[in-house]
């Protein structure tokens, strides 16, 4: 015989309390572990729908990528047509071409007619010193667009008039020019026709004229160093190579490189779009951090309530236990046990209703938390079921809060006099 | 030969709002082994008062009780817990066993005091006595009155104690079962251990070899 023995057959006499209690128990664990649950559900879909959106992001990227591939292949795009001898290398590190060419390779390209060209842009570009400012620009002489199709076209580029020139925003600013006024080039007098807005690249720092002038200028009569053709349009996959094929034939001296045309453009189409992407995917984590607090929150109510209604539960039913069993109570001190035995009596049967009332509870929360739907039409998710350290600290927790839950009561137990039972009875 | 239990000028005084009631009122008196003592009396007059003084769970307030030569009431609760362990065996009217616990059990509940852990057999050998093996694991709820008593009897019997305080024992038992029970009692005597029985009924007193009549709280002449 032992106090175990004593406690169990006690409990499987008086089911009904024990069940009440164990009840009382599995409420406070199952609110808390079913809460938990929802949590981590939450967490888990969370990355779920985050790692949905992500992958659905770089699928609509992707499809956008070709999408835009697709498009623009029956769209214009640029070439840039340089002279032969013209080296890329000292192009890209110069950003101007040092070989020069006739202007009328222009004309002579706008009198072809080439189907797969429909504006041309000759050019002459050189750095030079500004003596009036002692200061180092890219001179840009154009002529304006020449209409390969109709003269009715809008030009892509409006061009400088002469005795006029354009100023680069960064070049204005820093030599003060202003719309409207004059200054002098190389001894010749300009007015600022127009100071274009900050493109952040070698235009900042350009200053456009009439072609005539810059030729003369630059001492480069009847010769130019680039013509950039517009809104080129080709209906095959290599483009390029059709175009270099048909301008080859008309004007076989020189090379022609495509120039920020869709590359660029698809490029910022997939940055902006990415940028989206990634500001619907920010809103997206915040709506759902936003909604865990509100749970979190609610848990952090609804726990403690639970918890406390069932400790006071706890409480009660022990206390009604003890008036049950106060004969039982006298006569076991009657026959020597000590106070301390009574009291563990009691306090035994609480740390084991909070056992038994843990173990169910843990189930019981895990299966409502899983059960738990965010909203009707969603694809189950289950957190898994088996959380070790969680499982400890509940066993080991909740007998702890029912044993004192039950102190008072079995205090009240321990302290109670065999005799006036006795007397009693 | 030492007392098993001896009291002298004990008195018990019970306070209520109207009044003041001696319950016990300067009792002597000693129990040496193989005595068998009746106490009779009416209702109200002492003797379960009596009974809980002898048994080292009221304490009087005035004499002293001595329990196999020591006073229990000199010692820390716990301690004196001991000393009815050890020493004592109640037997009482209502036999109060614990309704959850088949025979066996309740006749090893007095083990969880002393922690002793080869009761089992001599509780087996209790019942066998009492002719109880039939019944080792029914509950209480499951036996007739005269059983639950012969139960209870076996129960304040596991420890061999030196002195038995027996409650109106055969009260609530017909005259057969309440023969049984006193040729128990008077068998516990003859093995050198010493009875206080507290009972309303001659018949059960004539078992005694000294019978005694309290009447408000003292000895009757």
């Known amino acids: 015989m032992n106090v175990l023995r004593l406690i169990t057959r006690e409990i499987v006499f008086r089911k009904l309390g024990f069940a009440l209690g164990v009840l009382s128990v599995l409420a406070a664990v199952g609110t808390l572990v079913a809460a938990l649950t929802v949590l981590r559900k939450h967490d888990a879909r969370t990355e779920q729908i985050i790692a949905a959106k992500e992958a659905e992001t770089k699928a609509r990227l992707a499809q956008l990528e070709d999408d835009y591939r697709k498009i623009t292949l029956k769209m214009g ?122 493109r952040g690249n070698k235009d900042d720092i350009t200053v456009w004229i009439d072609l005539t002038a810059a030729q003369e200028i630059l001492g480069k009569p009847g010769q130019i160093n680039a013509i950039l053709a517009l809104d080129c349009t080709c209906a095959t996959d290599d ?16 090379q022609i490189i495509e120039f920020q045309s869709q590359a660029l453009a698809r490029a910022e189409t997939r940055y902006r779009a990415e940028v989206e992407a990634q500001a619907a995917l920010a809103q997206e984590k915040k709506n759902r951090a936003r909604l865990r607090a509100e749970r979190e929150a609610f848990a952090a109510v609804l726990v403690p309530v639970v918890m406390i209604g069932s400790a006071v539960w706890i409480g009660f039913l022990a206390l009604a236990n003890v008036r049950e069993r106060r004969v039982e109570i006298g006569v076991l001190r009657a026959l020597g046990l000590r106070r301390r035995q009574i009291f563990t009596l009691f306090l035994g049967k609480a740390m084991l209703t909070g056992l038994v009332g843990a173990a169910l509870g843990y189930t019981a929360g895990v299966l409502a938390g899983n059960s738990w739907k965010e909203a ?18 509940l066993l080991v927790a909740a007998p702890l809060l029912a044993a004192l839950a039950s102190w008072l009561p079995a205090l009240l137990a321990a302290q109670q006099d065999p005799a006036d039972i006795l007397r009693e009875e | 030969m030492t007392p098993i239990l001896e009291f002298q000028n004990v008195c018990k005084v019970f306070t209520t ?200 709280g003292k000895w009757e002449e």
Request: neutral net charge; contains cysteine.
């Open chain 1, 77 to 198: 795009f640029n070439v840039l047509i340089l002279p032969k001898a013209q080296n890329l290398s000292d192009l890209y590190a110069d950003d101007y071409a040092t070989q020069y060419m006739p202007e009328e390779y222009a004309t002579r390209l706008a009198k072809s007619r080439v189907a797969t060209i429909n504006h041309i842009l000759p050019s002459l570009q050189q750095k030079v010193r500004w003596p009036e400012y002692d200061r180092t620009i890219l001179l840009m002489g154009v002529r304006g667009v020449v209409y390969l199709h109709s003269p009715k076209q809008t030009p892509l580029l409006q061009p400088v008039d002469p005795g006029q020139m354009v100023l680069g925003a960064e070049l204005a600013r820093n030599l003060n020019l202003k719309v409207g006024e004059q200054t002098k080039f190389f001894g010749r007098t300009f007015t600022v026709s127009k100071i274009n807005e900050d």
């Open chain 2, 17 to 216: 709002t109207k009044r003041e009631v001696r319950a016990v009122d300067g009792i002597s008196l000693t129990l040496a082994p193989g005595d068998f003592v009746a106490v009779q009396g009416p209702s109200g007059c002492g003797k379960t008062t009596l009974l809980l003084t002898a048994g080292g769970l009221l304490q009087p307030d005035a004499g002293t009780v001595t329990i196999a030569g020591e006073n229990p009431y000199r010692l820390d609760p716990e301690a004196r817990a001991q000393v009815r362990a050890v020493h004592i065996g109640f037997v009482f009217q209502q036999f109060h066993l614990i309704p959850y616990l088949n025979v066996l059990d309740n006749v090893l509940a007095p083990s969880l005091a002393l922690s002793r852990p080869n009761s089992r057999p001599r509780a087996a050998e209790l019942l066998a006595h009492f002719g109880m093996t039939h019944r080792l694991h029914h509950v209480p709820s499951e036996l007739s009155t005269g059983e639950r008593q012969r139960v209870a009897l076996a129960r304040a019997l596991l420890h061999e104690p030196k002195l038995l305080l027996a409650d109106e024992p055969t009260g609530n038992l017909d005259s057969d079962n309440g023969k049984i029970v006193l040729q128990y009692l008077t068998e516990f005597t003859r093995n050198g251990g010493a009875v206080l029985l507290v009972t309303h009924d001659a018949d059960a007193a004539a078992y005694a070899n000294r019978s005694l009549r309290l009447r408000n």
């Open chain 1, 376 to 393: 009707a039409d969603q694809t189950p998710l289950h957190v898994p079921w088996f959380d070790l350290q969680l499982m400890i600290i």
């Open chain 1, 239 to 254: 483009r390029l190579a059709h175009i270099r094929a048909e301008i080859g034939k008309i004007l076989p001296d020189t």
